[in-house]
């Protein structure tokens, strides 16, 4: 098998367009869960705990990686 090399910037544009995913992933599941925030299990009030924390550090790392929304 051969080897496949990929420059940095290729790689960090990998890196952001995962960061962006993840990112909308966790938006998209916060805002359900708020929607219904007087009637969560006890697992998404933890879940909707934890997408909040890591909504924070992803948002962080995207933009360190020079990744912006519009």
Sequence with gaps: MDKI???GETA???VVCSLKESIN???KNI?????????????EKQE???LA?????L?????YYGGHFQ
Excluded: P, Q, S
């Excluded at 924390?53 to 550090?57: D, E, G, M, R, V």
């Design 48 to 50: 909707l705990t934890d």
């Design 59 to 63: 948002e962080a790392v995207f933009e």
């Design 25 to 27: 992933y966790a938006r």
């Design 5 to 7: 090399e990929i420059d």
């Design 31 to 43: 805002a359900k869960y708020k929607k219904r925030k007087n009637k969560l299990n006890d697992w």
């Design 12 to 14: 960090d544009r990998i």
């Design 53 to 57: 924390i890591h909504l924070t550090h």
